[in-house]
Each structure stands twice: as structure tokens, then as C-alpha cells.
């Protein structure tokens, strides 16, 4: 049955291979394949130190490992090529299943870079001359580490689908999420470290943890063999034999209790009493905080904010830089916006009942903002207080007083508008699985509202930086206020206007030709016809519209919006903001090492440079966004 599933798969991706996706498949392949390379050259580098080149390819292999274990976590549910779910009427075993579709998980193009990467075990044998015997050993360590890597993301993707159907469950996957993508965003000011450790060797407490790890076994099993000690190699090579096995057989009971569970488990809720619940807008607010504890994907999201914002703050403390303590409440604050982006996406065919309650859009509206605030305000103020205390930098009051509500208004005002300008159609809640990694994200959607709410900022910005030390917190307030109120009334006047065509939307996947259909006289049943689609791995390039575009246009839109984040964020705000708090850490910052009187200048310079490839990436994505959308309704 393994070759039957082998050449099915294969087949799904031959035909599949068109657009878009061909050419998301071939920039991952050739991205994986650029850190591969690099980890084969850290392999046969020759270092000051013997042990080095040891160290390092072990903690490039645990680096590697963590994202096939983690990375489906942030990305969505692994690779779904060919579903469980389409063989449950077959009369096979659930160990033959899962036998069959483990062999499927090593054809791909990640399995192959994998593979390229596992070659350093080669590489490190041959460069540090440990001869033959260790290099056919590293041959052997490298196909059994792949084959466990691969199980074991099998396993761990499975697990977190299971452990994610409770609250428990959905928050250690947000903040597993969270510290995955706060890692790679700020893990650049462990730097200093590195570069020390580059000099003199790493701590021999490092070096035995990234040894001890399974990513470090094949690696240890080349070392033995180099000197002779068959025990060791033996037991090491036995070792990754016997997690290969049992990661298969736990994604086997997995797969059993997948394909014999349908919905998500837990205990039911009790019914409370809202005493404060005064009106319609206080209503809808009651229901969204409910909502935000009840509903394990909002759950899981606001958990998601909240882990990235304490480790990319807390991170630095590494280096002893407490310098982004008093921003954590700022990134909580920017965090819950951008995961709050589709809030009527997730609600679905509910709009329904709006529809049918003369003024309800507006009541609706105001009450998600107020929901919002009352979960995003909290925990951005004690964050702020708190971590602002503890790194002692009380001189920089004047930026969070002014920042905070500015950016929590601008928060409330902005997530509403997109939701209801650009919504992603989801499942309904009752009808989602319980496996929350199945609900993939819009990254366009989060990056639209972080830029749109950070940018909401920049009044109060400018206002502390030009003004006197009281205008900021004014300027922030009465900014944040006017924002709130403003965008949340543009938002209720295109939801009255528009919400027939945005139940259309979430009934059916996609927009209705005609501009503004006649209402339905009877509530809307969800069909197969009209039931919404699964989002396939291209569907960011359909909505960004950039299927339309040529190569070059794409690469640029794609290199621009990923690139942009470089001098705008972390060589122009992340600096300016270190030089207006007093911090002289100069670590990779361009700004920082020039002469004082061209800090500032360099700084604007970069952002300049960020502003520009953000905008023009955006134009050019949005022209081809209109075309796109020009030939769908001709």
C-alpha cells in the first residue's frame, strides 16, 4: 500500500505544479537548499578550536529539527497532500495507514533538503579526519535522523492537534508559536555571543545539551566511530532507530483517535449573568469577551500575542540589554490587533442575524471595539507598568504614556475596518475540526493591520520626539479617541452598506459578481456548493493578485514585503528608539557605529529605504490585486 500512496502523491503534486504554486515550491526548495549549503559549510570550516565545528553543526541540526517540529505549529497543520480523512471508509488497520502515509512523508522537496543538510554529518567526519569507518557511519546516522526528523514532526503536528482541542492545549501551542517567531525576529541580539563563542569555544554546559539532544546522535555516533568506541556508535545509531519507530507508532494512535473524533472536546459552559450589560453595545461586548475565553482559536490567538510580545522583549535580557522592557505592552498592544484582523471572517454565516435587526451594524461595530479594548487594555497597561519598573529606564514615561492609548485606539478602529473591507472566509465555529492547525492564517491580512495600526502611532510619536514632555500623552489620547471613533464609524457605514455581499463572502468563498445582490427572504442554508473552500498553499498569491503578475514583478512584491522589515524596523526604529532611551548597545545596528552626528541622519535614511520597498511592494501588489479582481467580475 506504501507504493500505491507513493505514486498517488506524486501524482497530486504533478498535476499540481502550475502557477503560483510551482513557483512557491521551487523559492522554498531554493531557499532550503541556501541553508543547507550553509550548514555543510560550517561543517567543513577549519576553526581555532577543535571542538567547535562539532558545536556548531550540532546546534544547526537543533535549530533544523525545531522547525520541522515547530514549524507546522506557526504555518498550519504539516503537509495534508493526501488526508487521513480520504481513506476512513477503507477497511485498513490505523498501523497500515499511518505506515503507508509516513512513506509518503519523505517525497517531497523538504525531505530532500533534509537530507542535503544530514550531510554535514558527512562532511564533519571527512574534515576532521576521523576516517572511513566514521563516514559510512555518518551516511547511516544521516538516513536514520532524517527518517526520525520526519516521524517526529508527524508525531508532534498530530499531537498538537490533539492537545489543541482544549484551552490548555491552545495556549501552550500559541506560545510555542509565539517563541518560534519571536526567536527568529530577535534571536540577532545573541549575536555578541556568538561571535564570542566563534573566538574562544562554547560552554561546555552548551555543548553537552546540544549533544545530548536526539538532533545530536547521528553526530555523536560519527565521533565514536572517529575513536573507536563501537558502544557508543552502536547505541547512538540504535537510539535513532528506536525514536524513528516509536514517533511511528504514536502517530499511529493519533491518527486512530483523528479519524474517530469529529469534534472538539471539553466540558460544556455554564451560563452567566452579564450584570453590566446595559444595551446593544454592551451586549455584543459581553458576548466578545466570552467569545475571546470560550472560542479556543480566538483563545489560542490572544495567547499567541501575548508569548511573542514576552520573547522578543525578554530575549535580549541574554546579553543583559534590557532596552525593549518598557515596549512589551506596545508589541502586546500591535500583537492582539494583527491576530484580530478577521473578526467577522471567524464568526461566518452569523452576519446573518445582523442582516435582519434594523440598525444592528452600528451597535455591532462599537460593541466588538469596546470587546477588544477590554481584552487588549489590561494586559497592555500592566505589561507596560511592569516591565517598565523592572528595567528601571523611568526616563522613557513619556513614550508609553503617549504610545499606549494611541496605539489601543488606533487598534480598535483598525481591526474592525479590515475585518469588514477584507475578510477571510472561514468555516462557521460549529463546523470547524478540532484541530486548530487546520485554520491556516492570512499573513497578508496580519501584516496589513500591523502597519496600519503602528502607523497609527505616529502622531504620539512625533509629538514626544518635537514637543514638550505633556504632549505626547495629550497628543496619544486624544489621537487614539479620534481614531477609535472614526474608523469604527467608517466601519459600520460600509457593514450597513455592503453585508449582503460580505454574507456572500462567508457563505461561499468568493465575491458576488453583481454589486449589491437582492437580500435572501429566508436564512442561507450552507450546501456543498456553498460550503467555502479549503484555502490551498497559493491562495495568498490569488488574493495578493500577484498570479497575474509577471515573474520579476512577483519576486520583487515577495523579496520587497519580506525584505522591507530590515531598515525600516530593526536598522531605523529599533535604533531610534535605543537612542532616544540612553542605550549605547551597538550589536549589528548601522546607525550605532557611525560618528554621533550621523546617527539620526542614518537612521532616517534606513527608514526611508524601508518606507520605499514597503509602498512600492504594496502598489504593485494592489494594482495586480485590482486586475485580478477586474477579471473575476468580467
Partial sequence: MAGVLIRMKLAVLRNSMTGPRAAQMITGGLVGLALAAGVLLLAGQHYPVAELRFDLVAAAL???TAGWLLGPALFGGGDETLRPEHFALHSFTHRALATGLAATAFVGVAPVVTLVALAALVVAGVTAGLGPAAVAVGVLAAVLQLGGTVLASKLVTALLGQVMRSRTGAALAGFVSAALLAGTHSGWVLSPLVGEALRTGFPPAFS???????????LTSVRAAGRGDWLTTAAALAGLAALGVACLAGWSVLLRRRLTTRR???RPV???ADRWVRGPVTAVAARELRTWTRDLLRFHLACFALGYAMVFCLL???VRAPVFLPWTGLLFALWTAAVSANLYGEDGTELWGKLMIPGAARHDVRGRQLGWLLVAAPPTLVLTIAFT????????WPWPAALVPALLGGGAGVTVLVSVLRPVPMADPHRRGGNLLDNGTDFTQVLLVLILTAACAAPAFFAVRLGPVWAGPVVGVVSGAALAWLLGRVAAAVLGRTAPELLHLLRTGS???RRRPSL???????TAAHRVRPQRPDAWLERLGLDLAPAGRRAYVIVSLTLCWVPLVAQGVVPALMLSGGAAERSWFLALHVPDGLRWPVIAVMIALGLVLLVTGLATGLYYLAKSRVRAAG
Avoid at 553537552?208 to 547521528?218: D, I, N
Avoid at 519598573?389 to 522613557?396: E, F, H, R, T
Avoid at 435572501?520 to 450552507?526: A, I, S
Fill in 264 to 266: 472538539a472536546s471539553g
Fill in 270 to 272: 455554564r451560563a452567566s
Fill in 316 to 318: 535580549p535580557l541574554a
Fill in 511 to 513: 465575491r458576488p459578481a
Fill in 62 to 64: 537543533a535549530v533544523w
Fill in 389 to 396: 519598573a523592572l528595567s528601571g529606564q523611568y526616563a522613557l
Fill in 208 to 218: 553537552a545539551w546540544v549533544h545530548a539532544l536526539p538532533s545530536g546522535w547521528g
Fill in 520 to 526: 435572501p427572504l429566508v436564512p442561507p442554508r450552507v
